[in-house]
Nanobody
Framework: QVQLVESGGGLVQHGGSLRLSCAASGRTFSRWTMGWFRQAPGKEREFVATISGSGGTTSYADSVKGRFTISRDNAKNTVYLQLSSLKPEDTAVYYC???????????????????WGQGTQVTVSS
């Protein structure tokens, strides 16, 4: 059973920064495509960013492009999401997800992922 544990959320002011981490269990982490999604109250879960197993390919939602950066450290089985220039509309629970199919592709759809973390709250004050 894969475990994904997010951390790093919190309360930050408009324009501030946070770095989220997602630590994964599993021996083949470097082959997994990883993604970050978020869900605000009353809204559907939405795609934020994804990264291929090697880290060589990334993709972002238009709403966060240029402000958020996804990265990974395969030696530490960890994926990161650097959040910068935060806005109140970025307030949400952020989830990391793993696609263990080892295709090497990046994934933007939630139903492409087979494992999810419990989420970490990010709140941006205006």
């Amino acid at each position: 059973q894969v475990q994904l544990v997010e951390s790093g959320g919190g309360l930050v002011q408009h324009g501030g920064s946070l770095r989220l981490s997602c630590a994964a269990s599993g021996r083949t982490f470097s082959r997994w495509t990883m993604g970050w999604f978020r869900q605000a109250p009353g809204k559907e879960r939405e795609f934020v960013a994804t990264i291929s197993g090697s880290g060589g390919t990334t993709s972002y939602a238009d709403s966060v492009k240029g402000r958020f950066t996804i990265s990974r450290d395969n030696a530490k089985n960890t994926v990161y999401l650097q959040l910068s220039s935060l806005k109140p509309e970025d307030t949400a629970v952020y989830y990391c997800a793993a696609d263990r199919s080892a295709t090497g592709l990046v994934r933007r759809r939630a139903n492409s992922y087979d494992s999810w973390g419990q989420g970490t709250q990010v709140t941006v004050s205006s």
